[in-house]
């Protein structure tokens, strides 16, 4: 969520699962699906907050560079929070 890194300390959490993705995918994906011009999305980032606060506070990363596959991933966090679930459920 845009609005996480401003609201997590009045709306706790359990696990924060941030997705990233290198800046050039970043800016490729979005000037095809919004049509927009490389500075319009370049103006866009400078107004987000900065990657590196996402990664500070994640749990978990999940790479969506179009070369590593997301499911795998997914499936892997999906089951660790499972086990974890699992094993604080029995205290």
């Known amino acids: ?50 990657d590196q606060d996402y990664r500070r506070v994640a749990d978990y990363l999940i790479l969506n560079d179009g070369n590593m596959p997301c499911l795998p991933q997914i499936l892997g966090i999906h089951r660790e929070l499972l086990n974890f679930a699992q094993s604080n459920s029995r205290l």
Do not use: F
């Not at 696990?15 to 500075?39: F, L």
């Open 1 to 50: 969520s845009a609005l996480l890194l401003k609201t997590l300390h009045s709306q706790p959490v359990d696990k924060v699962i941030a997705v990233v993705a290198p800046e050039e995918v970043r800016i490729s994906r979005v000037m095809e699906r919004d049509k927009m011009t490389r500075e319009q999305v370049l103006q866009r980032i400078r107004n987000q907050d900065d």
